[in-house]
């Protein structure tokens, strides 16, 4: 495939000045490194092509090379020392401080991001990290939302007790790593560009071992079981996670992953959440839905009286405010909301029936029924309708 002019990968014209060129590769660095894009494969590509172009567009003589013969001049590799990194600790080296020689300050978050292009990083190598674990955690829906304490457990890799986590016999037994000298990465070199990768022989750490401990087998982890209490707070939803950081998988030479409870709310029989807001069912008589009364309903905070007016219609819904959920990270609460469902009564015996057929009588047609009365006055205006 071929190669794009280098000009144009930076985003620069030809005529551009050593410090224009930096600030164009640092922006491209930053966007498409692959610490930050790590499961995207083009904007690996994309990071490499650009460090292609700023290897040789910030040196003079390669420079002056590409612009008479272009990617020519390199077709047989580059020569004169390859990929060395000082002009990339340079650049980020003059914004982040303490990635070049001689400067003070740290690096922080970006050093972890570009040191092992730059080759800033010394004595332990790659910085490693264990895996975050999941746990699922079951909840009722008055512990989601007035808050709980609960405790779970669990088995991870935990350090080894034995080794205190060191993974040798002893600690004259961890020795620097021979491939990589310590630094936990190798450098490949792949034309005339390097590429940096973790030691193959270390995994990074950068040490060996020469005598492993007996009960991890040179780990430094075991799986063991372990109990935690996690605080829940209150208002938390189905689906939410708490963080519990560094109870995670732990790794030997590195830090230990974090522990995500994932929370799991079972369907109450009363209630239903939607948000801070709950849902619930009042049941009530025909005769309660006609007349209207006042009756007890139960909230999560205990039972409050709800007044039914009288001709109150099925599916009609009350709105209590202030008697819902209050969600995470919010101070609104929500609001509980009834919805009347009127039962038409069964089982009923002789005397009950002749008191409802004289209440039917005594109500004529649709007068006392708006629904009703509603439905038949659209049916005629639909039969008049057909024969008009």
């Known amino acids: 495939m071929s190669k794009r002019d280098f000009y144009e990968v930076l985003g620069v014209g030809k005529t551009a000045n050593e410090q224009e060129i930096k600030i164009a590769y640092r922006k491209l660095a930053m966007k498409y490194h692959p610490d930050r894009n790590p499961d995207d494969p083009a904007a690996e590509e994309k990071f490499k092509e650009a460090s292609m172009a700023y290897e040789v567009l910030s040196d003079d003589s390669k420079r002056s ?14 020569g004169g020392g390859g990929f060395g990194g000082g002009n990339f600790q340079d650049i980020f080296g003059d914004i982040f401080g303490g990635m070049g020689g001689g400067r003070g300050g740290s690096a922080g978050g970006f050093q972890d991001i570009f040191g092992d292009i730059f080759g800033g990083r010394t004595g332990g190598g790659r910085s490693r990290r264990g895996s975050d674990l999941r746990y699922m955690l079951d909840l009722t829906l008055e512990e989601a939302v007035q808050g709980a304490k609960k405790e779970i457990t ?21 020795v620097t790593c021979a491939t990589c000298g310590g ?11 390097a590429v940096q990768q973790t ?26 079981s372990r109990t935690l209490e996690v605080t829940i707070p209150a208002g938390i939803d189905n689906g939410d996670r708490v963080r519990l950081t560094g ?47 006042e009756m007890e309903v139960p909230t999560l905070e205990g039972r409050i009286n709800l007044r039914i007016p009288e001709g ?13 959920v209050t969600p995470v990270r919010t101070t609104m609460k929500g609001d509980l909301l009834c919805r009347v469902v009127v039962e038409t009564p069964t089982n009923l015996n002789n005397e009950q029936k002749k008191l409802l057929r004289q209440l039917q009588s005594s109500m004529g047609d649709h007068q006392q029924s708006p629904q009703k009365k509603s439905f038949f006055d659209k049916l005629k205006e639909d039969v008049k309708d057909l024969f008009d």
Do not use: W
């Open 65 to 78: 090379a590409y612009d008479r013969m272009g990617h020519a001049a390199f077709e047989n590799g580059m």
């Open 154 to 174: 669990f088995t991870a890799p935990a350090p080894c007790e034995t080794c205190d986590g060191k993974g040798a016999k002893d600690s004259s037994d961890i």
């Open 183 to 193: 630094v936990g990465v190798v450098r490949m070199q792949q034309g005339f560009f």
């Open 199 to 224: 030691c193959p022989n270390c995994g990074g750490s950068g040490k060996q071992i020469k005598n492993p401990c007996h009960d991890c087998h040179g780990s430094g982890v075991k799986e063991k």
């Open 247 to 293: 109870e995670g998988e732990a790794i030997t030479g590195g830090e230990s992953g974090d522990l995500y409870v994932e929370i799991r709310v079972a369907q109450h029989p009363i209630f239903t959440r939607e948000g801070a807001d709950l849902y619930m069912d009042v049941p009530i008589s025909f005769a309660d839905a006609a007349l209207g009364r």
């Open 312 to 324: 109150t219609q099925s599916h009609k819904v009350f709105r209590i405010k202030g008697k819902g």
